[in-house]
């Protein structure tokens, strides 16, 4: 299973999500998204276990089955898309949600999360 981690669950793992970590252990890939680092990076700087918090991170992108999943061109299509679609639906989401939904689908990934908001895109796979 190919998954990409949203901020909230990212968050789990580092306060010890025991459960998540064997799960993300049974995954071929696990991707997590540009958007995704820089919120976590901001909870890192306001937080007071940054160094602990960084040095966490730092041995999970060390892992070979983890990667940063950067945005391109194709990305602003999936972005625009998305954000058409639940403009029209009246159901916004946060734009940096928006972003990670969209690297999600390009890359045709499910996303781990516990934002209900993912709901109201249903072509996006969560678990």
């Keep these: 299973?190919?998954?990409?981690?949203?901020?909230?669950?990212?968050?789990?793992?580092?306060?010890?999500?025991?459960?998540?970590?064997?799960?993300?252990?049974?995954?071929?890939?696990?991707?997590?998204?540009?958007?995704?680092?820089?919120?976590?990076?901001?909870?890192?700087?306001?937080?007071?276990?940054?160094?602990?918090?960084?040095?966490?991170?730092?041995?999970?992108?060390?892992?070979p089955t983890v990667r940063v999943l950067m945005p391109r061109r194709q990305t602003a299509e999936y972005y625009g898309r998305i954000f058409v679609q639940l403009k029209q639906a009246g159901t916004p989401v946060p734009h940096n949600d928006l972003w990670i939904a969209a690297l999600v689908l390009e890359h045709d990934l499910t996303l781990i999360t516990r934002d209900r908001h993912f709901q109201r895109i249903p072509q996006l796979l969560r678990a």
Excluded: H, W
């Excluded at 799960?23 to 991707?31: P, S």
């Excluded at 990076?41 to 730092?58: D, M, S, T, V, W």
């Design 1 to 63: 299973m190919r998954v990409a981690l949203d901020t909230n669950r990212l968050t789990d793992l580092f306060q010890g999500d025991s459960g998540l970590a064997k799960q993300l252990e049974l995954c071929d890939e696990v991707c997590i998204p540009l958007f995704v680092l820089g919120e976590i990076k901001a909870r890192f700087y306001g937080g007071a276990q940054r160094p602990r918090n960084e040095i966490l991170l730092e041995k999970l992108l060390a892992k």
